[in-house]
């Protein structure tokens, strides 16, 4: 008998039915109608991307031995997505996506060499004492290049990440350090650049680790007593990414250790990248000999996205999620969300949402109520509570110390500092901003508020200080 589509699907369907349950059958396969068949690929049409995106995230496995068992190994699913138009009385149209079916990184074996005395080198990773290393690599393959959109705000960064990715610890880019605010995508183009070198050089060896994690597990390394094995364990890796490497300040251990696992990555041509929220010169607590290394290869900030770039990334995020909304609203948003890409995804991902949700048309009337939201949340009131925190966050202190008595110059400046900006900022009075911060009397805060102004002039990294700090509490 010849294999039609329809035959195909209801196999593949009543394979499906048998192992899943009833509820998730109903919801994510009866939906779906069988379109045509072509050789060994199936196209199967459903009613949404969000569809699409579901069925390959949570059920692309079954659909492949589903669609193996009936058109062999070289089996091939393709989905055609009929898209509701809302705009006008213009009929639905299709389009048509492949099945991913990405697999997610496989671990990386590694020939680990026995020269020290301990036999069993620890993998920080897994169960101490495997003798066979298996390396996750911990990266995400979703965030690729295809989807960090190049603008002027990070085309150095990207073109660098690029450069190291096609040719890892063969550029002078190493390390390659990224730097920049709060979601400006730091994370993503150090993912990117591991996922693109794994795609391009599967031997190599890749590890994303936050420095957080890092830290903790050379922590455990030292308490149990294997901090050689720790070590060893790193000079393994062909491409080491380090994100938010300012976690390391003050932490003089785990700098001494991680100084020498960059000596020797480096020497031997291997690649680090590191990722951080300020410039090497920036840094606080960090040893100089580690700086130094840090400015070893280039530095490349990421800046706020200009209004280009704002638009095409809402552009983009508006495709993947095979959604139109019209051009006028699409530059309401880019307009008014400045900051970073996370809020600029996070307002039209929310905008997309209400429309779908409530069966609302996308007005700009809608986009304004949703908007306000995201800009409100920035241009919150300035609060003595808010000032000390931000200060506190950017010396990294808590609030208690910056309150507490203790006569420490950088407490002291910080001190002083958040005095400052409560005056310029707050309509409080001088007795209330002291007693609030640390229950000083109000010739304290005066006093403040004049050694802030004598160091500004005198003093250049002070000054940065107040930049710096200014800039956070007016974005």
Request: aromatic share 10%; with cysteine; net charge positive.
């Amino acid at each position: 008998m010849t294999k039609t589509a329809q035959s195909v699907w209801e196999n593949c369907l009543s394979f499906i039915k048998d192992n899943i349950q009833d509820q998730a059958y109903k919801t994510w396969f009866e939906p779906i109608k069988s379109v045509e068949l072509t050789d060994n690929a199936l196209y199967i049409q459903v009613p949404s991307k969000f569809f699409y995106e579901w069925l390959e995230e949570h059920y692309v496995k079954l659909l492949k031995v589903a669609l193996t068992k009936e058109l062999g190994k070289n089996a091939k699913l393709l989905y055609k997505i009929k898209m509701e138009n809302t705009y006008g009385n213009k009929q639905p149209f299709t389009e048509q996506l492949p099945s991913a079916n990405r697999v997610p990184m496989k671990p990386q074996e590694v020939d680990a060499p026995f020269k020290n005395l301990n036999p069993e080198l620890k993998n920080p990773f897994v169960i101490p004492g495997i003798r066979n290393l298996k390396i996750e690599s911990q990266l995400n393959a979703n965030y690729s290049f295809d989807n960090f959109l190049e603008g002027d705000s990070n085309r150095l960064a990207r073109s660098a990440g690029m450069a190291v990715a096609n040719k890892p610890g063969g550029t002078s880019f190493n390390p390659l350090l990224i730097f920049g605010g709060v979601g400006l995508g730091k994370t993503h183009l150090a993912h990117a650049i591991g996922v693109e070198v794994k795609d391009k050089y599967p031997e190599k060896t890749v590890l994303y680790i936050s420095a957080e994690i890092f830290t903790q597990q050379y922590i455990d390394s030292v308490k149990k007593n294997n901090r050689n094995d720790f070590i060893h364990f790193y000079q393994l890796i062909d491409v080491l990414i380090i994100d938010d490497v300012q976690f390391l300040s003050g932490k003089s251990g785990t700098q001494d250790v991680f100084f020498h696992i960059f000596n020797y990555l480096h020497q031997n041509g291997k690649q680090v990248i590191l990722t951080s929220d300020k410039a090497p010169v920036d840094m606080q607590d960090i040893e100089q000999r580690l700086l130094s290394r840090f400015k070893w290869g280039l530095s490349a900030e990421l800046h706020q996205p200009d209004y280009e770039t704002r638009i095409s990334i809402l552009k983009n995020i508006l495709y993947r999620d095979g959604v139109e909304i019209p051009e006028d609203i699409i530059e309401y948003v880019a307009r008014n969300i400045k900051t970073n890409v996370r809020e600029l995804e996070g307002a039209i991902i929310s905008l997309i949402a209400q429309s779908s949700f409530n069966k609302k048309e996308v007005t700009i009337e809608l986009a304004k109520s949703v908007v306000e939201k995201f800009v409100k949340n920035v241009k919150r009131e300035i609060s003595i509570d808010y000032i000390q925190k931000i200060v506190s966050d950017y010396f990294q202190l808590d609030i208690e110390t910056l309150q507490s008595k203790t006569r420490k110059r950088h407490v002291v400046q910080a001190r002083q500092l958040a005095m400052f900006f409560a005056k310029k900022f707050t309509k409080a009075s001088l007795a209330n901003i002291g007693s609030q911060i640390g229950d000083r009397d109000h010739a304290t805060v005066l006093h403040a508020c004049k050694t802030v102004d004598n160091l500004v002039s005198t003093d250049k990294q002070f000054k940065k200080f107040v930049e710096d700090i200014n800039k956070k509490l007016t974005l």
